[in-house]
C-alpha cells in the first residue's frame, strides 16, 4: 500500500499516538495497514464529537429506561387529587449553607377571575429530600427485591414534583422516565423486526434477481407510495378498543416494523449487486455453500457496518411514528405510559397556557431523536473508514 493511502488525508483518521510499547515509527504508522474493520470504524467514529456525544446520551437513556424504578421517584400510576396541575418545585441542594437537598412546598389560592386553584411555592415550607433513599419497593430488572431509588423525599407524605404534575396529580419526571422504557424499546424491537425483513426479502432480491427481484421491488414501491399518516390511522383504528395495553404495544410494534424495512431493503439490494460477482462470493459458491449460507456467512457479514449504520438511523424513525399514533389517540393507550400517550395531556388550551410542563415528554423526544440521528451520522460515515 502506498504512503498516500496511508495518510491521514486519504483515510480522514488520525492514527493512535505512539506508545513506549510501539517505539518504531514506521510500525506505528503500519498499525493502519493491518487493523480490523472494527477498529478503523472505531477510530474514526470517535473523532466524530457530535456522534460520541450523542452515542453516550443515547446509552444513558437507555439505561435509565432498563432502571426506571431506581430512577422514578414515584411509581407511574400514584394520583393525587389534591396537586392537579401542580408547577414544578425547584430542587435547592444548600440550606443554611449546609449540604441538605430540599424543595419548597405549595399554597392554594384562589383566583377570584377564573375561580380556580392556583398553586404557590411557598418559600417558608422546606420538604427535605434524599439521594439514595428508600421509597416504594419494586424489582430491579425484574431480579432484584429493593426500595432504593435515586431521590425520594425525607418524608413520604410530602410532595416532590421535580417537573410538575399532570392533570391527575401524577409526577410528569416519573411518568417520562417509565415513558423512556415503552418508547424507546418500541424503536428497538420495531428496528429489530425491520433488519429481519429487509435482510431477508432484500438479499433475495438483489441475490436472485429475475422476477423474484421484480416482484420484491414492485411490493417496496407500492409500500412507499402508500402516505404514512393515513396508513397507521387505518391500521392503529383496526384494532379492537378493548383490546388489552400488552397487545396493543404488540401489534403498534409490528405495524411499525412492516412499514419501515423497505429502506433497508433497498440498501441490501443493491449491495447484493454489486457482491454477487465478487470473487469470494464465487470462491464460497464453488466450495459448495449453499445460497443460505453464502448470504448470511459471507455477504451480509462484509457490509454489516452500513446496516448497523442504517438501523440507527432508523430507530428515531420509529420513536417518532410511535409518539405520533400516541398522541393522536391511534397508538398507545393509557394505563400504557410512552411519550406519546403523555403528549396527550397536552392537546388543551389550558395545558398550553397554564401547564407548559406538560410538554417535558416533547422535549424527550427531542433530545433522544437527536442524539440517535448524530450516533447513526457518526456511524454511517466512519463504516467505511477508507472513504
Known amino acids: 500500500m502506498s504512503d498516500y493511502w496511508r495518510s491521514e488525508a486519504a483515510t480522514g483518521m488520525t492514527i493512535p499516538e505512539a506508545t513506549n510499547s510501539d517505539p518504531d515509527p514506521l510500525e506505528h504508522e503500519s498499525r493502519i495497514d493491518v487493523a480490523p474493520q472494527w ?29 426506571a424504578e431506581f430512577f422514578a421517584p414515584f411509581p407511574s400510576e400514584v394520583v393525587s387529587a389534591q396537586h392537579t396541575y401542580a408547577p414544578p418545585q425547584p430542587l435547592h441542594l444548600f440550606d443554611n449553607g449546609q449540604l441538605r437537598p430540599f424543595v419548597n412546598g405549595y399554597t392554594v389560592e384562589i383566583e377570584p377571575e377564573a375561580m380556580r386553584r392556583v398553586f404557590v411555592v411557598d418559600p417558608e415550607v422546606k420538604y427535605y429530600v434524599r439521594f439514595f433513599g428508600a421509597g416504594e419497593p419494586y424489582k430491579l430488572l425484574g431480579l432484584f427485591d429493593t426500595d432504593i431509588h435515586l431521590i425520594v423525599p425525607e418524608d413520604p407524605d410530602a410532595t416532590m414534583y421535580l417537573l410538575g404534575a399532570d392533570s391527575l396529580g401524577r409526577d410528569v419526571l416519573s411518568r417520562m422516565i417509565y415513558g423512556a422504557r415503552v418508547s424507546m424499546s418500541v424503536g428497538l424491537l420495531g428496528v429489530a423486526i425491520s433488519f429481519i425483513l429487509g435482510i431477508i426479502l432484500g438479499g433475495i432480491s438483489g441475490y436472485y434477481g429475475g422476477w423474484v427481484d421484480n416482484l420484491i421491488q414492485r411490493v417496496i414501491e407500492f409500500l412507499r407510495s402508500i402516505p404514512s399518516i393515513p396508513l397507521w390511522m387505518g391500521l392503529a383504528a383496526a384494532l379492537p378498543a ?29 449491495r447484493f449487486l454489486a457482491l454477487r460477482t465478487e470473487d469470494f462470493v464465487i470462491a464460497a459458491e464453488l466450495d459448495g455453500n449453499s445460497r443460505f449460507r453464502t448470504i448470511w456467512r459471507h455477504m451480509v457479514p462484509s457490509f454489516m457496518s452500513h446496516i448497523i449504520a442504517s438501523l440507527t438511523l432508523a430507530i428515531p424513525g420509529m420513536i417518532l411514528a410511535e409518539t405520533s399514533l400516541s398522541f393522536l389517540g391511534l397508538g398507545l393507550r393509557s394505563p400504557v405510559v410512552s411519550w406519546g400517550v403523555l403528549l396527550q395531556d397536552a392537546q388543551n388550551i389550558r395545558a398550553i397556557s397554564s401547564a407548559p410542563w406538560l410538554f417535558w415528554p416533547g422535549v424527550a423526544v427531542v433530545i433522544a431523536v437527536l442524539a440517535l440521528n448524530f450516533m447513526g451520522d457518526g456511524l454511517r460515515d466512519a463504516a467505511d473508514p477508507y472513504d
Open 242 to 270: 378493548g383490546m388489552p395495553p400488552l397487545q396493543v404495544y404488540f401489534f403498534i410494534t409490528i405495524i411499525l416494523s412492516f412499514l419501515g424495512w423497505t429502506s433497508l431493503a433497498r440498501v441490501v439490494r443493491g
Open 39 to 67: 477498529k478503523l470504524t472505531w477510530w474514526k467514529f470517535r473523532q466524530n464529537r457530535l456522534a460520541v456525544i450523542g452515542a453516550i446520551i443515547t446509552i444513558l437513556i437507555y439505561f435509565v429506561a432498563g432502571t
